[in-house]
């Protein structure tokens, strides 16, 4: 389908007048008005939004309903940082969620979304640490006491602004059962599960290489990791050969020379096979490595020689375990080079570059200096150059839990929506590598570990030790702190009071879907789900639904290097309100694929929402009519109830099958279209004529739909439909109830196969061709002009509603014609809804012009004929295309005939 929000400017103001104009941005007025005054103004998000939020808030909406049945719908909010500020990644995953949720709640389901916050410890360690850094003093100056102090004291003044934006965004979560990574139940839950997993054996402390950031002093995860293409050089470096001559070795890296242990070349490499086995010099320290053999090699890149350094290389570092290979590491935590650097110690791991490139080259050690661009790792937060870095850490034994993980998915005890991203998780789950989830900082969940000074014993326990268990010795607690992610896979359930078996807990979990990016799937998902299993005893969720990046509209990333106006959502919503950034990320992009920010949509999302604000003032005005006993429903009627009956079955299967986009696109084209554009209008002769029954109808009709349509759209468009239902609320009798958040989901009630919904069909696409017409044909717009019809399959219907086509294509007079009679010879004629229709030509339009068009027209045809020819005669094509591809280009050729003799037959009558 189509992204229809790029369509909103082809309604025709000049045809279509009344309730449904566009109308210019609101000016900002008082906070609450009397109905009539409200809605006789633009629609004014900014005095709308805060208000409905409040009275959701404070009427406990967002609570689960205790008394409602069936399986509970429940979402963990993935925690974003307190400390932090909304921004598109928030905006994206928090609109799905609450899509989901306003729609189960709706549906009657038990529905709970729960909130939560994270205390973000490297980037709130990061802050702190540059504005001690500012002030000359350091967090060793201050003592963990002293810097626990000034990290409880910047939460408590940073911390309120996501959850205010949140709200403002309109996230309609249970506030009540917020939780906040550093409260005592979640800090209880992260030590249950970390010493759960060590007494297990699946927690461990070993030497590996890690991501070190040399600025924030800590290893750090790969998700923390931003690969960015930076422009450096390849330098050509002669490794002295032990019994003479030389090997030459390309890097990206010249000051990791210092930590080679190896030279490495792939075992078919003829240029490099007598070398193997024999002994090389590390330039500058004289060590000797081996030259070695090694699959991994790529005998392409560079001089198909390369240098193994375990200690800070990933590629190296598995090469060093498959060879048996030492690891040096020749860094310190601050980026200075340490003593394994010999000659170079305490040199800045860049000064110590530049300085060994120039010894190198002043013993012509350097063969040549190429130009070279490659990816380099950044610490997303401090900015740094990441190092890969040995380090003793500690790390999460996966191999089991990746397993656990994998058969979930594959049995489908886990879906995942898109299913496309089934396969890459199952790729990385199928090759993960233990995780490191400790981290050098000094805030957040400090390791549950001591360790015995007198004895070296590990103590990992639930409550601080006097002493040593063992021999009564004096206890050190470990430095560390557990990494932020670590903290937050638990949320599913840790935040449903786990590890007490509460009836939260026993009716909440597992939770029933995960709600994130395609970008963190296997550092976010795929772990949630391996201790979920591990620890809570099932999966975490039921269903994964996966959503894009929201990039700018050239397609680049939201990023704060590169500031740009826009970029802040709550901008958006200064300007244009929640409800048309929610509408643009819902239906803006393909099922897990990136989003852009057009303004051009959101400008075309806020027209929809003043759209339907229009059809509400008129619907709200049409209800005065009913103050009579409604006539039978006309066709009309029964038309757009068929339609809304279909728009509720298309819009709840797409929701269950999480396309989302393509429901929201479809209620948009029936509001826009359908009701707007062809009802409303139509009904407008009936509420301005003299049958009082017949206008009861039409505003019963209108009340029905509206009501209904705004159901529809709530979840995606929350504020503008509350605040509609409420002034409807006041003319439409007996609608319930009070608001729209906890109204009933629409269900079918069987039209949608109406006979009517055939006719009326017809009408409309009479209509639009009638105007197609005159508008190529240059007929002014409020023109009303004569229309010969021959009715064929459309007399019934035409001869109850003729004030259809009359009207909305502007047709005075209509005159009918039987089977015997013969059309005016000089018109336009057109076949559309199975009728003749001829619009005569005298006194409308250019006759010279109208021959050109059907000349166009005739060679348009023409053309199509030949390139069906061309396919049909084609006997691959006939043969290899399946069946009703074939067919369908046979019928369309059969039709493109028929027009092209009625199109020459019109030509010939000119």
Known sequence: MPNSILQLGGFDQAQHTGACGDLTQAAKESPRETDSEALNRPYDATAVEQRWYEVWEKKGYFA??????????????????????????????????????????????????????????????AVLLDNLAKEGRTREELGRQGFEDLFWDWLDKSGAAIRTQLRRAGASCDWSRERFTMDEGLTGAVNEAFIRLYEKGLIYKGSYLVNWDPQDRTAISDLEVLHEPVQGKLWYVRYPIVDGGHLVVATTRPETILGDTAIAVHPEDERYAGLVGKMAQVPALRRQIPVIADDAVDPAFGSGAVKVTPGHDPNDYQMGIRQNLEMINILNEDGTLNQNAGPFAGQDRFEARTNLVGWLEERDLVERIE???????????????????????????????????????????????????????????????????????????????????????????????????????????????????????????????????????????????????????????????????????????????????????????????????????????????????????????????????????????????????????????????RNVDPAPPTAVDRWITGRLDQTISDTTRRLEAYNFGEAGRGIHDFIWNDFCDWFIEASKTRLHGDDPAAASRAAATLAEVLTTSLRLLHPYMPFVTEELWSHLRAAVPNLEPEHIIVAAWPECQGRASDQAVVEIDRLTEAVRAIRNARREAGVEPSRRIEAVVRPGAGTAVLES????????????????????????????????????????????????????????????????????????SNEKFVERAPAQVVQKRRDARAAAVAELDTTRERLDAL
């Not at 229709?837 to 053309?863: F, S, V």
């Open 64 to 125: 689960p309903n205790g008394d409602a049945g069936g399986e509970p719908f429940v979402i963990s909010m993935p925690p974003p940082n307190l400390t932090g500020v909304l921004h598109y990644g928030h905006v994206v995953v928090m609109t799905f969620e609450d899509l989901m949720i306003r729609w189960r709640r709706m549906q009657g389901r038990p529905t709970l979304w729960l909130p939560g916050t994270d205390h973000a410890a490297i980037a709130t360690n």
């Open 371 to 625: 130009d070279h661009e490659h990816s380099v790792g950044h610490a997303e937060r401090s900015g740094t150059i990441v190092e890969p870095m040995l380090s003793e850490q500690w790390f999460v034994r996966t191999g089991g839990m990746a397993r656990a993980a994998a058969d979930a998915v594959r049995d489908g005890r886990i879906q995942f929506h898109p299913q496309r991203f089934a396969d890459e998780f199952l790729r990385w789950v199928d090759n993960i590598h233990d995780w490191c989830i400790s981290r050098q900082i000094w805030v957040g969940h400090r390791l549950p570990v001591w360790y015995c000074q007198d004895c070296g014993e590990t103590i990992v326990d639930r409550n601080e030790p006097e002493s040593c268990p063992d021999c009564e010795g004096v206890v050190e607690r470990d430095p560390d702190f557990l990494e932020t992610w670590l903290r937050s896979r638990l949320s599913p359930f840790s935040t449903l009071t786990w590890p007490d078996a509460t009836p939260d807990f026993e009716r909440f979990y597992p939770t029933t879907v995960m709600q994130t990016g395609y970008d963190i799937i296997f550092f976010w998902v795929a772990r949630m789900v391996m201790l979920g299993m591990q620890l809570a005893g099932d999966v975490p969720f039921r269903h994964v639904h996966l959503s894009g990046i929201m990039r700018r509209e050239d397609g680049s990333k939201v990023s704060k290097s590169d500031p740009r106006p826009g970029d802040d959502p709550v901008e958006v919503f200064d300007q244009y309100g929640a409800d048309p950034l929610r509408y643009l990320v819902a239906t803006g992009g393909s099922p897990g694929g990136d989003l852009k920010l057009v303004w051009q949509r959101l400008e075309a999302a806020r027209n929809f929402a003043n759209k339907l604000w229009n059809a509400g003032r008129f619907t709200v005005e049409a209800q005065a009519a």
């Open 801 to 872: 509603e003729t004030d259809f086509l009359t009207r909305l294509a502007r047709i005075d007079p209509l005159v009918l014609l039987d089977e015997e009679e013969s059309p005016p010879e000089k018109s336009i004629s057109l076949i559309a809804g199975g009728m003749e229709i001829y619009l005569p030509l005298e006194g409308m339009i250019d006759l010279e012009a109208e021959r050109d068009r059907l000349k166009r027209e005739i060679e348009r045809l023409e053309a199509e004929i030949a390139r069906s020819d061309d396919l049909l």
